[in-house]
């Protein structure tokens, strides 16, 4: 006789967020077949005025991640601070127009932003207000997708644990990539 192996499930950005909430919509990552899709389902989701649910898995544990995702046919605006957001795409880390770093930095990262201990400017200024803006190339696999999903939610699940399972992981589908405000020169002196 098989013996039952139960999955280990997460839930994200908090536990509280699922409890009998309705207007979460599931999407299974491997039924997805890539970056545009996604974007696609989860704006139609957003555009019904539900919460896109993106469920995945490994072997042994079941994630379950509510991504925040706007309606762009309604045309919120939403202003997030620069420092209340890190974006990850490719396979790299932008922390502000200044900072690049590669995806395996993540670990120190992820503290930094979420925790900000040493309250540097470029971090979050609190837990709740860190947010990660995820975005991919159109083309980009479910499969590559899943990867990096997993690697950040294990990268928080070691922090959540060492700080009392307390902290939310927010994550942000962004159909555009990060797009860099480069400091003009100052103007030249006016001609005497």
Excluded at 43 to 58: D, R, Y
Excluded at 69 to 80: F, Q, S
Excluded at 94 to 107: G, Y
Excluded at 120 to 134: R, T
């Amino acid at each position: 006789m098989k013996a039952q192996f139960k999955k280990t499930e997460f839930y994200y950005p908090r536990v509280s967020y699922f409890k009998a909430d309705s207007s979460l919509k599931e999407i299974y990552l491997d039924s997805i077949k890539n970056y545009g899709e996604l974007i696609k389902t989860t704006e139609q989701i957003a555009c019904a005025g539900k919460a896109p649910l993106l469920k995945f898995s490994t072997d042994s544990t079941e994630f379950n991640l509510i991504v925040y995702k706007e309606c762009t046919n309604r045309m919120d605006i939403v202003d997030y601070h620069l420092s209340n957001v890190i974006s990850i795409q490719k396979d790299s880390i932008i922390i502000n127009d200044e900072i690049e770093m590669r995806f395996d930095s993540l670990q120190p990262i992820l503290r930094n932003h979420i925790l900000n201990p040493n309250q540097e400017f470029n971090y979050s200024k609190s837990v709740d207000k860190a947010l990660i803006f995820y975005y991919q190339d159109s083309l980009v696999s479910a499969k590559k997708i899943k990867y990096q999903l997993i690697k950040i939610t294990k990268a928080f699940n070691e922090l959540n644990r060492q700080n009392g399972d307390s902290l939310p992981l927010k994550i942000k589908l962004s159909e555009h990539p990060y797009i860099r405000i480069l400091n003009l020169p100052p103007p030249d002196e006016e001609v005497k």
